[in-house]
């Protein structure tokens, strides 16, 4: 099950809230990979990793909230973070090959144990 197709059932006057946003948050996430690709040098790149991250963070709060707020049944909701789970695991190589490239170590990249 995937974002939009999650949101579809959310209440209809929620549409400009929770659900623009998770679906904003959720869709940025490809969008700075893109983005930071076609930058000149690995040093865009890398920045553009690093907001890729905090989207996918938002995403995953958003997510929660809408457990809380009952639009999302709490297996459709473990599986969107599954997917959030294993998208950190993927940009955590991303992020270390970029910064060894630029020479730059982020100072976020230990890991963390906030559900990442």
């Not at 890398?46 to 907001?51: D, P, V």
């Not at 009952?70 to 909701?77: E, F, I, P, V």
């Not at 998208?87 to 990442?116: W, Y």
Request: proline content about 3%; some cysteine.
């Amino acid at each position: 099950m995937g974002i939009y197709h999650a949101t579809q059932l959310f209440p209809r006057e929620k549409i400009y809230g929770v659900t623009s946003q998770l679906r904003r948050a959720c869709c940025s996430v490809p969008a700075n990979i893109v983005e930071g690709w076609v930058r000149d040098g690995e040093k865009d790149y890398l920045h553009f990793l690093y907001i890729l991250r905090a989207s996918l963070s938002e995403t995953q709060y958003f997510i929660h909230l809408s457990r809380r707020l009952g639009y999302l049944s709490g297996l459709d909701a473990e599986r969107l973070i599954g997917q959030t789970r294993q998208t950190f695991a993927c940009l955590r190589g991303l992020i270390k090959a970029a910064e060894r490239e630029t020479g730059k170590f982020d100072k976020m990249a230990v890991p963390s144990s906030r559900g990442q």
